[in-house]
């Protein structure tokens, strides 16, 4: 377990759930995957002033509350390579509110460092459906080339 995040299975061989599903998380944790993809289900930030966001897995849930641990796109990229279901060159969706927001988003970063496409909406998610709120699309990013 990598900064404190346990990563959980789901029904799906390709999905799975990073720190403790509450019931929105649990919601989403059953609608249909994509396949092809390693897919991480989490909350997401809002982009922060400057344009960032974050994963917010729940690291801590008992009755004096919960506690998030916002991860960036190298957390999150020590988590999957390390992950014994994730193949090298893996596409990688990222179901979660927000990560695919702006130009240098948590999405865009991961897919850099991957060098991987990595799917993710810019606007929140619906659990019930994984569409994305507010004409909210699914972006695909591809790693830049430097």
Not at 38 to 49: K, M, N, Q, V, Y
Not at 74 to 85: D, G, N, V
Request: with cysteine; glycine share 6%.
């Amino acid at each position: 377990m990598l900064y404190d995040v346990p990563v959980l299975p789901t029904m799906f061989k390709n999905r799975y759930v990073l720190g403790y599903p509450d019931h929105i998380i649990q919601k989403a944790m059953v609608q249909p995957t994509y396949p092809l993809f390693f897919e991480l289900i989490c909350h997401g930030s809002r982009p922060t002033p400057k344009g960032e966001t974050f994963a917010l897995p729940y690291v801590y849930m008992g009755k004096d509350g919960r506690r998030t641990k916002p991860l960036n796109a190298e957390q999150l990229f020590e988590i999957i390579i390390t992950h014994r279901a994730y193949a090298i060159g893996q596409p990688v969706r990222l179901i979660m509110c927000w990560v695919g927001y702006g130009p240098n988003s948590l999405a865009q970063q991961l897919a850099d460092l991957l060098g991987a496409p990595v799917l993710a909406a810019n606007e929140r998610v619906k659990a019930y459906t994984l569409c994305p709120f507010n004409n909210g699309r699914w972006i695909l990013f591809t790693p830049r080339i430097c």
